[in-house]
């Protein structure tokens, strides 16, 4: 169905569904509200997926990776279950935002518009990263924001 909408990156879009269902099979587990420390890992491995998925220049891309994986904050001590359940449902919505989107962007043949969606929809919020990291972070997204804008204006399409 893709290859007859005509993009050349569809592959992309099929790709990007898969990883949502992986991760939405993996949320829905028996008992993971309690592993919060697994919770953590999850949400971390969900942002990094996205964002390699996202079509942003290379070096940006690394950095900003580098940066999350860096900045990350892993300590569960006090750690609530409730706080598990939540971080369970950030995920969900972000997997139903991006799916949502995905299919939107295929059908519409706007893989950019998609890249832009999966940004807004990561699970990214400052509580999850150490403090002092946080300006660091919220500056590579805004770069990779500004790029987005700078190839609109240029009439960047990607198919």
Same mark, same amino acid.
């Given at each position: 169905?893709?290859?007859? &909408? *005509?993009?050349?990156? =569809?592959? @992309?879009?099929?790709?990007? +569904?898969? #990883? $949502?269902?992986?991760?939405?099979?993996?949320?829905?587990?028996?008992?993971?509200?309690?592993? &919060? *420390?697994?919770?953590? =890992?999850? @949400?971390?491995?969900?942002? +990094?997926? #996205? $964002?390699?998925?996202?079509?942003?220049?290379?070096?940006?891309?690394?950095?900003?990776?580098?940066?999350?994986?860096?900045?990350?904050?892993?300590?569960?001590?006090?750690?609530? #279950?409730?706080?598990?359940?939540?971080?369970?449902?950030?995920?969900?919505?972000?997997?139903?935002?991006?799916?949502?989107?995905?299919?939107?962007?295929?059908?519409?043949?706007?893989?950019?518009?998609?890249?832009?969606?999966?940004?807004?929809?990561?699970?990214?919020?400052?509580?999850?990263?150490?403090?002092?990291?946080?300006?660091?972070?919220?500056?590579?997204?805004?770069?990779?924001?500004?790029?987005?804008?700078?190839?609109?204006?240029?009439?960047?399409?990607?198919?």
């Amino acid at each position: 169905m893709f290859e007859a &909408i *005509g993009c050349e990156d =569809s592959q @992309k879009g099929e790709s990007l +569904l898969g #990883l $949502l269902g992986y991760y939405e099979a993996i949320l829905e587990r028996k008992g993971l509200v309690a592993r &919060i *420390g697994e919770i953590r =890992s999850l @949400k971390l491995g969900l942002i +990094l997926d #996205l $964002l390699k998925m996202v079509n942003i220049a290379e070096d940006l891309k690394a950095n900003l990776i580098t940066s999350v994986v860096n900045a990350w904050e892993m300590d569960c001590n006090g750690k609530t #279950l409730a706080e598990g359940e939540e971080e369970i449902k950030i995920m969900g919505r972000c997997i139903a935002a991006v799916r949502k989107n995905a299919k939107m962007a295929l059908h519409n043949c706007s893989l950019m518009q998609l890249d832009v969606a999966v940004m807004f929809a990561l699970p990214l919020t400052p509580r999850d990263l150490k403090n002092d990291e946080v300006p660091k972070i919220r500056d590579l997204l805004n770069q990779v924001m500004e790029d987005f804008s700078e190839w609109k204006e240029q009439g960047f399409t990607p198919c």
